[in-house]
């Protein structure tokens, strides 16, 4: 029997006040909820590595780590065990609900269509969470960020837009519900443009694809609830980027 105690994957963690999130600031107490789900523990690691992870049961198994903090979209830290630290500082959660520990690399597609009033932005409704959100995903082990916007894209909306070249938004941490203070995700965000709508049809982890309307944050977010769905929080600041920049 395990002697860790684990909570749901979903749970929030312990509240970290933000006097106390940067990892400089020294916390004794700090006790960090566990939310590592059954299949990346380590007795079922030891049994079967799933497909989408890796087996490392605790970081202190990772020996390429010089590798991945060169590659990293956004910069971290080793503390003096070895671990890799949030950038953002502590989340009140530790353990693994991602495919690798440290820095997990996403691509998330953009699309826009139309212009002005009659502008729209493809979303999907994510079938893990039930939320509305850029359809969009992990970068596989040896894919570029670009060529992983086009698979992500291609397979949750059935678009193909590998003959055009995006305009990247950024690389930044995205507020990812499985982050935790050892794993989390790390996001190149890009914008398509199309002159109009097309067909998408859901498929691969989505639920739904389609249309909504894009003059605003406001809008769209009205949008969605009127169609059921609550907006992906991880998602706002990436879609704020997006009109930030069709607005300049």
Not at 176 to 193: G, I, P, Q
Not at 199 to 224: K, Y
């Amino acid at each position: 029997m395990e002697a860790t105690s684990y909570a749901p994957v979903d749970h929030p963690g312990v509240t970290v006040p933000e006097d106390r999130r940067h990892w400089s600031v020294i916390w004794p107490e700090y006790a960090p909820v566990e939310i590592t789900p059954p299949e990346l523990r380590p007795l079922e690691l030891a049994a079967h590595v799933p497909a989408w992870a890796e087996g490392h049961p605790t970081p202190d198994h990772v020996r390429d780590w010089a590798q991945r903090q060169a590659a990293a979209l956004v910069p971290f830290t080793l503390d003096e065990r070895g671990w890799p630290l949030h950038p953002h500082g502590r989340t009140g959660r530790t353990g693994r609900n991602l495919g690798k520990w440290g820095e997990n690399q996403a691509a998330d597609p953009i699309v826009i269509a139309g212009t002005g009033a009659h502008r729209s932005v493809l979303l999907i409704t994510r079938d893990d969470i039930g939320v509305a959100a850029i359809p969009g995903g992990m970068v596989d082990p040896g894919e570029t960020a670009p060529a992983a916007l086009v698979r992500e894209l291609r397979e949750e909306t059935g678009i193909d837009l590998s003959d055009q070249r995006p305009v990247i938004l950024g690389r930044q941490i995205v507020a990812d519900w499985r982050n935790t203070d050892h794993a989390w995700v790390a996001s190149t965000s890009a914008l398509y443009r199309l002159p109009e709508q097309v067909t998408a049809t859901a498929g691969d982890d989505a639920a739904d694809a389609g249309w909504f309307p894009f003059g605003s944050l406001a809008q769209l977010e009205t949008a969605v609830t009127a169609a059921g769905r609550t907006l992906y929080a991880a998602h706002r600041p990436l879609l704020l980027r997006a009109l930030e920049h069709l607005n300049h």
